[in-house]
């Protein structure tokens, strides 16, 4: 029998699972995995590992969740590690951050990703509130990159900075708004206000369908949302977060979810009419379906979720022992395998025997 007790920030907002300091042996093979299995020598994760094989390239949303997770257990020489890889490999000589490079060449792809260089500026408030340190002139650093190159003239997040051409892009899609980590670099730095304004403004407005549904992007110009043809839940629960963090009610997703759950499973994609797309499922959907629900309140859902989470850990293979993945073929994606332990790190967990 498991019990799992959600814990709420007493800070603040109730928008953030605190995390705990409660270790679980799942948590502490998923990261023993990480290190040894999907790390090349200086550090950099590989994207993913199948057949005891790496990609073979690294991204920065991978690094960017690393420096989140050890800033959550509080380890400043993990933190400091991975923070010190995304600036030594992952950063073009004009300023902007690579969303990718060859982990062999070290070469990047000439563009960079919003959410995953917001996503070092979450990782680095974590880590001021930790007190692993004093982080902000790196918080200054970091934050003035994106303004340049990630916000447009009217202060609009933009998806990308495109190193070649020189272009920001005039979209935006809406799983990268992350309003809590604008809200908090609005308080640090006054001009990031129109930002988060902005950010807040768009997916307090946009539309959603009966099951909880969101379109993928915002059109800057135009001031279009764009649906997709289909759902990937990942980025809707991302978005579903973002706006709960935003202030909009998300009880049309939570139904939906909740329905899903007591019918035995949370797939991937789904039309928009609310079926599967197919039968496929993965550790990220119910590691963030887990974190959505207990910030909702729907505890015994979220439960459900977390347990599934735990049935994607490999434990029958000795290679991939602690990983999040599927057995059968050996292949773990390093963000399902950082939203695990996030997800872990966010709850607190403990077996009872019985």
């Known amino acids: 029998m498991i019990s799992i007790h959600f814990i709420f920030s007493p800070k603040a907002t109730n928008t953030e699972l605190t995390a705990v300091k409660t270790v679980t042996p799942a948590e502490s093979q998923g990261l023993h995995f990480l290190q040894t299995k999907m790390q090349t020598s200086q550090g950099l994760i590989y994207y993913s590992v199948e057949d005891k094989s790496p990609a073979s390239y690294s991204v920065l949303e991978s690094t960017g969740q690393a420096m989140e997770y050890a800033a959550l257990i509080g380890n400043k020489k993990l933190f400091d590690d991975y923070a010190g890889l995304a600036d030594?490999?992952?950063?073009?000589?004009?300023?902007?951050?690579?969303?990718?490079?060859?982990?062999t060449t070290k070469k990047g792809d000439a563009s960079s990703a919003f959410v995953d260089d917001l996503r070092l500026v979450k990782a680095y408030f974590i880590a001021n509130e930790k007190k692993l340190g004093n982080y902000n002139k790196q918080l200054e650093k970091v934050s003035e990159t994106i303004f340049q190159f990630d916000i447009d003239t009217d202060g609009f997040p933009c998806e990308y900075y495109d190193g070649n051409a020189?272009?920001?892009?005039?979209?935006?899609?809406?799983?990268?708004?992350?309003?809590?980590?604008?809200?908090?670099?609005?308080?640090?730095?006054?001009k990031?206000?129109?930002?988060?304004?902005?950010?807040?403004?768009?997916?307090?407005?946009?539309?959603?369908?009966?099951?909880?549904?969101?379109?993928?992007?915002?059109?800057?110009?135009?001031?279009q949302y764009v649906w997709g043809s289909s759902i990937n839940m990942v980025e809707n629960l991302y978005t579903a977060i973002?706006?709960?963090?935003?202030?909009?009610?998300?009880?049309?997703?939570?139904?939906?979810?909740?329905n899903q759950v007591t019918q035995g499973k949370v797939f991937n994609h789904y039309y928009l009419n609310g079926t599967p797309v197919d039968q496929n499922e993965s550790t990220a959907v119910y590691a963030l379906a887990a974190r959505f629900l207990a910030l909702n309140n729907e505890n015994e859902a979220a439960k459900a979720c977390y347990r599934r989470t735990l049935e994607f850990q490999i434990s029958d293979k000795e290679f991939f022992q602690g990983g999040f993945g599927e057995s059968t073929t050996g292949l773990v994606y390093a963000f399902d395998q950082l939203e695990a332990l996030l997800m872990l790190r966010m709850v607190e967990a403990a077996d009872v025997s019985q």
């Open 88 to 103: 030594k490999y992952f950063k073009d000589p004009s300023g902007y951050y690579y969303w990718k490079i060859d982990v």
């Open 166 to 190: 020189k272009q920001k892009a005039t979209v935006v899609p809406l799983f990268y708004l992350d309003v809590d980590t604008l809200r908090k670099l609005s308080q640090f730095n006054g």
């Open 192 to 223: 990031w206000l129109v930002p988060y304004q902005h950010a807040k403004d768009i997916l307090l407005s946009m539309p959603e369908n009966k099951h909880g549904f969101y379109p993928i992007k915002f059109k800057i110009h135009t001031k």
């Open 242 to 258: 973002d706006a709960y963090n935003a202030g909009r009610d998300t009880r049309a997703l939570v139904t939906f979810l909740k």
